[in-house]
């Protein structure tokens, strides 16, 4: 399952809030801790600011799983073209770099070459695991306006 610091997502949240992106209220919740919940909205300077980056934005090596969940989370349907685009942008991209991080020949006989063997093959998996998670997205947005038309 994908782990994550609870503490960095509401910095992350707190900061997007102090740059006008979101609002937040606490609302009452009789499943949460204390009865109430803090609940966060994206402002219209928000949405705005998605779409742009979006339609513009530069998508390369940095980008990891939660801007692809964000994007998909802050689009509207008439950003599904647009959105499908940056996906396979992206997908190529992924699939470049994972095909770029080859297995070592030979086995690996030393403690740092075990652990450097370890790492690539992580990283190749992380690519992997972004291709899923786009393909997903994809298959979604294709299959929303496949029903739509």
């Known amino acids: ?7 960095r997502v509401y910095e992350v949240l707190s900061s997007l809030e102090a740059d006008g992106l979101l609002w937040s209220e ?3 919740d009789g499943t949460a801790p204390g009865g109430y919940k803090r609940v966060f909205h994206a402002t219209l300077r928000g949405v705005e ?3 742009v980056w979006l339609q513009e934005g530069e998508f390369g090596l940095e980008l990891m799983r939660g801007d692809i969940h964000a994007w998909l989370l802050l689009s509207r349907p008439e950003e599904a073209p647009a959105l499908l685009a940056k996906l396979a ?8 770099k994972a095909e770029a991080i080859k297995e070592p020949a030979g086995s690996s ?3 740092g070459e075990r652990m450097f063997s370890q790492q690539r093959a992580g990283i190749r998996e992380q690519y992997r ?14 299959e929303y306006l496949a029903e739509r038309t």
């Open 89 to 96: 942008e992206l997908e190529q991209d992924c699939m470049g």
């Open 1 to 7: 399952m994908w782990q994550f610091d609870r503490r």
């Open 109 to 111: 006989v030393g403690w």
């Open 49 to 51: 600011t998605c779409s």
């Open 129 to 142: 695991c972004e291709l899923r998670s786009i393909s997903r997205a994809r298959q979604e947005i294709e």
């Open 26 to 28: 606490v609302v009452r």
